[in-house]
């Protein structure tokens, strides 16, 4: 179904632009010369392969981390936790999406008409429905946890109308709806903070945010259900690793799509078949409470977590996500570059933060950021190649964030004896100094940092010494160097 929206967006833009004074901003970046087949730059003949590039009490640490943060001690099920995030994101901070100076300006937002907000109650709707009374004096309530049955879109405020900066911006409009925050995978447990009046949405605390889904996705839990799906988190857990992906639960009623990212109980009771992986997934009954059942699974689709941190695994995660479309804030359930981290790194237990900032400064994460933001050009890209450890460091420039996958020779190079740093990431495109248009990518790609493309001349690198920020990010056993 959001492969007919996207084509339906892209329609009413190439109309709109050919009827009206909105110029076309932007070119396409052809991908021909960068090799996208996985095996060219994670090769199955190297000795380390299958070596993997985390200890395995460093993996465990992050593990027992992840399940903290799903069910544990900072989840949505813990009532302290809870307590915490609702005082600090909600009560105190200022920048709160539900105090009223904070709710959007209808004069500076856009619609999918390419028409202001000001002359339509869209914004005073939003107000209304929000009944933002409810979230002045908040109790912690035990039946308010509740799990994800649905697949969901994470929005900054209930409703499901896009709003854009001006279109006539290069780099605004289309597909960068400043209403879309994120997306919620089924089976992760939630707190529900408040609800619209038309109960059409709920604000929920997630383990990575706080935000509105549309309710019909949610189910209530009680103790029963929390503490069976607890105790079978702790025996073992699996995770989805063949994204987009349909599996039946064993009575047929239940088939549903999965989303790399997704994280599940295995039901060990169950007896499968070889190369099978039985999951216990939540369901909602007709009162919206949360039932169990359990659905077999392929072991190309769930791998058991955490799985092994090996050159070997990164390629088969990432051969399910190369190459799908960037979704700004998860759009239509794809991914922009932190959302890519994010779930490419769920089957080996890795939870990391939700946004880039977060995930380049992240200490339970990180063992060491080293900032080359003063750096020249050249010397970031040498100190890359030379102290940057393959799919354990996290490349962080303002507003992105891409994967080091490790130095090669470059063809095209004049010299064959220089290394050029290739990454894994999710990107929309380039942008000159100017800002004035974009070369588009828009989809996760093998990309090398270089100096400048053909492709895109005239556009800044994402190494540019003129871009202010650029920090290695490392992930502990991944330590980049030690500074004396």
């Known amino acids: 179904m959001h492969r007919k929206i996207i084509f339906f967006m892209a329609v009413l833009f190439i109309s709109l632009i050919t009827t009206t004074t909105y110029a076309v901003k932007f070119k396409i970046f052809p991908l021909d010369k960068y090799n996208q087949d996985p095996k060219c730059w994670i090769n199955p003949e190297d000795k380390d392969y299958d070596k993997p590039l985390i200890s395995s009490t460093t993996q465990r640490e992050y593990f027992e981390l992840f399940y903290e943060r799903y069910y544990g001690k900072k989840s949505p099920w813990d009532s302290n936790y809870v307590m915490e995030r609702i005082q600090d994101e909600i009560l105190n901070d200022k920048f709160s999406k539900v105090k009223e ?52 879109l994470v929005r900054v405020f209930p409703t499901i109308e896009p709003y854009f900066d001006d279109f006539n911006k290069a780099g605004e409009g289309y597909p960068f709806d400043y209403f879309q925050d994120s997306a919620l995978w089924i089976g992760t447990p939630v707190y ?21 889904v549309q309710s019909d996705g ?38 549903l799509r999965y989303y790399i990212g997704s994280v ?28 169990i059942t359990t659905a077999i699974a392929s072991n190309e689709q769930v791998a058991i977590m955490p799985l092994t941190a090996t050159p070997s695994n990164f390629s088969k995660v990432i051969s399910a996500l190369l190459g799908r479309t960037y979704g700004w804030g998860n759009s239509y359930f794809y991914n922009d570059c932190s959302a890519e981290l994010l779930n490419l790194y769920t089957p080996f237990g890795i939870w990391l933060p939700r946004n880039s900032a977060a995930q380049s400064s992240n200490k339970s994460v990180l063992s060491q950021v080293i900032d080359l933001s003063k750096k020249t050009e050249d010397e970031r890209l040498s100190d890359l190649i030379k102290f940057g450890k393959k799919f354990t460091t996290f490349i962080y420039i303002k507003g992105h964030i891409m994967l080091y996958i490790g130095g090669f020779s470059d063809s095209n190079d004049p010299d064959p004896q220089k290394q050029t740093p290739m990454t894994y990431q999710n990107m ?57």
């Open 264 to 291: 599940f109980p295995v039901d060990t009771n169950f007896i499968c078949k070889d190369k099978e992986v039985a999951i216990l997934i939540p369901y909602s009954d007709s009162e919206h409470n949360a039932k």
């Open 192 to 212: 529900v903070i408040g609800i619209t009046q038309d109960s059409e949405w709920l604000y929920v605390l997630t383990p990575h945010l706080i935000g509105w």
């Open 218 to 255: 949610i189910a209530k839990t009680d103790n029963e259900f929390i503490n069976k799906w607890q105790m079978a988190t702790k025996n073992k857990m699996g995770a989805i690793i063949s994204t987009e992906t349909l599996i039946n639960d064993v009575t047929k009623k239940h088939n």
């Open 428 to 484: 929309w495109g380039l942008r000159p100094e100017d800002n004035s248009y974009r070369v588009i990518i828009a989809k996760s790609c093998f990309f090398p940092l270089k100096k400048k493309y053909d492709e895109a001349l005239g556009c800044l690198s994402l190494s540019s010494e003129k871009r202010d920020t650029f920090k290695l990010c490392c992930l502990k056993d991944g330590t980049c160097f030690i500074e004396k």
């Open 101 to 152: 100076e904070n709710l959007p300006k209808s004069e500076k937002g856009f619609g999918a008409n390419f028409q202001l907000y000001v002359n339509t109650n869209l914004v005073n709707k939003i107000k209304e429905n929000m009944n933002l009374g409810q979230f002045k004096n908040l109790e912690y309530k035990p039946s308010n946890r509740a799990i994800a049955v649905k697949n969901l």
